[in-house]
T-cell receptor
Framework: DTGVSQDPRHKITKRGQNVTFRCDPI?????LYWYRQTLGQGPEFLTY????????KSRLLSDRFSAERPKGSFSTLEIQRTEQGDSAMYLC?????????FGPGTRLLVL | GDSVTQMEGPVTLSEEAFLTINCTYT??????LFWYVQYPGEGLQLLLK?????DKGSNKGFEATYRKETTSFHLEKGSVQVSDSAVYFC?????????????FGKGTHLIIQP
């Protein structure tokens, strides 16, 4: 158990719809990361939070993507006007020391 | 920018064979290096890590040595089992995106046949 839960585990949506994913670390962590993993590829960094502050965003994170961490605990990742290219596994991770521990991910399929 | 290159799979071996999965990296500074494993239907799990040159990470019979001179972190196991079948990812941190955000390779799919 990595101490990170994600919800939902699977999401199927139609192109153009909005979706929101949630990440819950079990214990308090200052930092929280989001990654995206497409089929046959390794995870790619999207963004990270230090407490409530979103400190860095990858260029992979287009204007349709927004992430929040309102109370410095759980985080949400919203994708507006989904496109088929958004189909991927979305992973959340929190660090302990220099090691990041990943949640099970949310698998998104955009039809 | 930082990058990680892994040998492409799938790699298919017989049980009890010797395993090597090559990983080389490009990074500024002195990154930490990791191997993560993804078993079928499960999430990413840390397998082992090394934080400085010449360190050896080990876990579950797997080993990898941080070689700064060759910018490599090859994963080895002396005798693989069917249960080792999974996708293995090499990764680095410390100089990637997002203050210790990880940069991953594409992954190597390992298949062990009985």
């Amino acid at each position: 158990d990595t101490g990170v839960s994600q919800d939902p585990r699977h999401k199927i949506t139609k192109r153009g719809q909005n979706v929101t994913f949630r990440c819950d670390p079990i214990s308090e962590h200052n930092r929280l990361y989001w990654y995206r993993q497409t089929l046959g590829q390794g995870p790619e960094f999207l963004t990270y939070f230090q407490n409530e502050a979103q400190l860095e965003k990858s260029r992979l994170l287009s204007d349709r993507f927004s992430a929040e961490r309102p109370k410095g605990s759980f985080s949400t990742l919203e994708i507006q006007r989904t496109e088929q290219g958004d189909s991927a596994m979305y992973l959340c991770a929190t660090p302990r020391g220099e090691t990041q521990y990943f949640g099970p991910g949310t698998r998104l399929l955009v039809l | 920018g930082d990058s990680v290159t892994q040998m492409e799979g799938p790699v298919t071996l017989s049980e009890e064979a010797f395993l090597t999965i090559n990983c080389t990296y490009t990074a500024t500074g002195y990154p930490s290096l990791f191997w993560y494993v993804q078993y079928p239907g499960e999430g990413l799990q840390l397998l082992l890590k090394a934080t400085k040159a010449d360190d050896k990470g080990s876990n579950k019979g797997f080993e990898a040595t941080y070689r700064k001179e060759t910018t490599s972190f090859h994963l080895e196991k002396g005798s693989v089992q069917v249960s080792d079948s999974a996708v293995y990812f090499c990764a680095l941190s410390g100089s990637g995106g997002g203050a210790d955000g990880l940069t991953f390779g594409k992954g190597t799919h390992l298949i062990i046949q009985p």
